[in-house]
């Protein structure tokens, strides 16, 4: 059924989630009842106890702990899949055969494939599909997007980023086990600055990259490199490193008349320099930092506005990935998790020196 007869004649998104954890604490989970038109009825964690848990601190109706049963409960409209990257195709393409429309936590998955399995499946059901690339709906970014669109910085000449973070000190465990996450941080903190280069600037395209390990224990890269350039031609360079002692975040937009920086990741205020000076402006986050995202997604499927983080978008952020991943571990196209012994990357890192 297409998704507007759906949601036709309705005021209100149900939801239900798969995988209520930790980032549904705060960072979402809140979103889904404080949104205009928005009410959360159901959640799922296969430890049914710790669901029910949740459901009773943040007032749900209804726990399970089978991902089917919430997928087929005829009053969750639509279904927000929030654990780790290797189950979410799997459970999308049960949501896309139930005829509902599904959230996806960000990786969107663990490489392209299955990126694109995802989108094609929800086409082919004529359901909207989205990703949680929150900060397209952050103030922060949306402030950065105007000085853009109003010309502030001249004709914009350069792109560059850097995040670097103590990761190597301690970090879960399956963000960093390629089976589960798809890669190392790069794929979970990454992706969120490609994305938000992605929706700035349009698809990126030309990219070139790099990975290694050369700090950390496990298999996994922990630091990337690449360049690109913007569906306008204008170059970029970013780069990762997860086994820095030193924490760094900045986006810096280079123009004619001013550049801008700005951090990804924190509060830090924006930066607006040129020859007349520096100006700073404060956008803070807000306390559960997705709901801006949920909400254009209830607006979208209410007809009432359109998200702009959807499969497509998030597909392309997963080629990009992969494109500078491909080298370190012999390729994206395959199931190259089945066997680390075989990544190019990793055996270069166990025989480099301490």
């Known amino acids: 059924m297409p998704v507007s007869a759906h949601f036709s004649g309705r005021s209100l998104v149900r939801w239900g989630i798969i995988g209520c954890g930790d980032v549904t604490e705060v ?34 109706a209804r726990s399970y702990d089978n991902a089917a049963e919430l997928i087929a409960d005829p009053e969750v409209d639509a279904v927000y899949i929030a654990t780790p990257p290797d189950s979410h195709a799997d459970y999308a393409l049960q949501v896309a055969a139930a005829g509902k429309p599904a959230y996806v936590e960000k990786p969107m998955a663990r490489h392209t494939p299955e990126c694109e399995r995802m989108v094609r499946a929800f086409a082919a059901a004529e359901l909207p599909l989205f990703v949680a690339y929150y900060r397209r709906r952050l103030p922060r970014i949306l402030l950065v997007e105007e000085f853009l669109r109003q010309g502030a910085l001249g004709r914009v000449t350069g792109i560059s980023y850097r995040q670097a973070a103590p990761f190597h000190r301690g970090a879960a465990i399956w963000r960093v086990d390629a089976t589960v996450a798809g890669a190392g941080h790069f794929l979970d903190v990454g992706s969120h600055t490609l994305d938000v280069l992605d929706y700035l600037f349009g698809p990126l395209g030309d990219v070139a990259g790099q990975a290694a390990n050369l700090g950390s224990s496990y298999d996994v890269e922990d630091t990337v490199a690449l360049s690109f350039r913007t569906a306008s031609g204008v170059p970029g360079a970013a ?23 700005f951090s990804v990741f924190g509060n830090d ?5 040129s020859a007349d000076g520096v100006k700073t402006f404060e956008r803070p986050n807000p306390p559960h930092v997705a709901q801006p995202l949920i909400q254009s997604i209830v607006d979208d499927l209410l007809g009432r506005g359109v998200c702009p983080s959807t499969g497509v978008s998030a597909c392309r952020t997963s080629r990009v990935m992969d494109a500078a991943l491909s080298a370190y571990y012999g390729g994206r196209e395959h199931a190259f998790w089945l066997d680390p012994t075989r990544w190019p990357g990793r055996r270069v890192a166990a025989s480099a020196p301490a």
Do not use: C
């Open 27 to 60: 960072k979402s989970g809140p979103g889904f009842r404080k949104a205009d038109g928005s009410a959360l009825v159901a959640v799922m964690r296969r430890n049914g106890a710790l669901a029910a848990d949740y459901a009773r601190r943040h007032g749900v």
């Open 239 to 261: 780069s990762w490193d997860f086994a820095s002692a030193v924490a760094h975040d900045a986006v810096t937009i280079a123009g004619t008349e001013a550049q801008l920086i």
């Open 269 to 273: 205020a924006i930066r607006l320099e």
